[in-house]
Nanobody
Framework: VQLQACGGGLVQAGGSLRLSCSAS????????MGWFRQIAGKEREFVAG??????RYADSSKGRFTISRDNAKNTVYLEMNSLKSEDTAVYYC????????????????WGQGTLVTVSS
């Protein structure tokens, strides 16, 4: 299983970015796909997840971020709007064959991360 995340970059506060995660080797919608983020020196935290048509968001993401999935392209997206400086982090996509969960340890495959920098 390989996950390739991209779409990060530098954006001003209030702006938008769309992250993409393409998957190979595990493409069924039966698997949960999640987005996490990590700030240097801090633990990796859950941002959003999707399994089948069900989505789940961290409180910090609700109302601003949208996760979606294109099964035909084996790609998961994270649309991020109204970005804040505190959203600055490396964003990772991950896959779980267990559940749609916010627990880092239940995701068994991870992409390489893409840096999002929000300037204030």
């Amino acid at each position: 299983v390989q996950l390739q995340a991209c779409g990060g970059g530098l954006v001003q506060a209030g702006g938008s970015l769309r992250l993409s995660c393409s998957a190979s080797g595990r493409t069924s919608s039966n698997f949960a796909m999640g987005w996490f983020r990590q700030i240097a020196g801090k633990e990796r935290e859950f941002v959003a997840g999707i399994r089948w048509g069900i989505t789940r968001y961290a409180d910090s993401s609700k109302g601003r971020f949208t996760i979606s999935r294109d099964n035909a392209k084996n790609t998961v997206y994270l649309e991020m709007n109204s970005l804040k400086s505190e959203d600055t982090a490396v964003y990772y996509c991950a896959s779980s064959n267990l559940a749609l969960t916010d627990r880092v340890d239940l995701y068994d495959y991870w992409g390489q991360g893409t840096l999002v920098t929000v300037s204030s």
